[in-house]
T-cell receptor, first 114, second 112 residues
């Protein structure tokens, strides 16, 4: 079945450091891929998405490229800020599934030191 | 623009009690979902709905029931709460197609 695997956390970085959070997926078709962010005490918010191979999603300085050949969708940011501290979820939606159901990874907690 | 609203935000139940969680969306979305979030396990789909009057089981449906009598509301019921149902519950909605979800802010449920 479809699944998402992302790097375990927690990840702790200093402010202005470069961020990479790895995500790989398994899917039978050609899924849409997402990154969601969850700030403390809140629900998940869509951060970025990509719907086909080689698409790059970007938002708030974060980027991720849909790599079909490596089945990956790694999240990157060039210079993190304390306000980026949150839990990040990689996710996929199989275009063939009913109701556009999304499968989530287990989440990666990111902490940024001032 | 409220988006997705969940009530209540917190609740403590005793084992065997029942309760209903309410989710309301004002975006005219067709699809609605209930997930539970547990430490280290990400989000797991409980039930979902593709339109008014329809419901379907997700990954972990046992012990829960749902109803969608109106397009904007999706109710999650626990008939006889168990400690294993202690979790944070999230409702989400989406329009047709792979556009991603809009989430509510969650309900933290503790069953003692």
């Amino acid at each position: 079945g479809n699944s998402v695997t992302q790097m375990e956390g927690p990840v702790t970085l200093s402010e202005e450091a470069f961020l990479t959070i790895n995500c790989t997926y398994t899917a039978t078709g050609y899924p849409s891929l997402f990154w969601y962010v969850q700030y403390p005490g809140e629900g998940l918010q869509l951060l970025l998405k990509a719907t086909k191979a080689d698409d790059k999603g970007s938002n708030k300085g974060f980027e991720a490229t849909y790599r079909k050949e490596t089945t990956s969708f790694h999240l990157e940011k060039g210079s993190v800020q304390v306000s980026d501290s949150a839990v990040y979820f990689c996710a996929l939606s199989d275009k063939g599934s009913s109701a556009s159901k999304i499968i989530f990874g287990s989440g990666t907690r990111l902490s940024i030191r001032p | 623009n409220a988006g997705v609203t969940q009530t209540p935000k917190f609740r403590v139940l005793k084992t065997g009690q029942s309760m209903t969680l309410l989710c309301a969306q004002d975006m005219n979305h067709e699809y609605m979902y209930w997930y539970r979030q547990d430490p280290g396990m990400g989000l797991r789909l409980i039930h979902y709905s593709v339109g008014e009057g329809t419901t379907a089981k997700g990954e972990v449906p046992d012990g829960y029931n749902v109803s969608r009598l109106k397009k904007q509301n999706f109710l999650l019921g626990l008939e006889s709460a168990a400690p294993s149902q202690t979790s944070v519950y999230f409702c989400a909605s989406s329009r047709q197609g792979n556009y991603g979800y809009t989430f509510g802010s969650g309900t933290r449920l503790t069953v003692v």
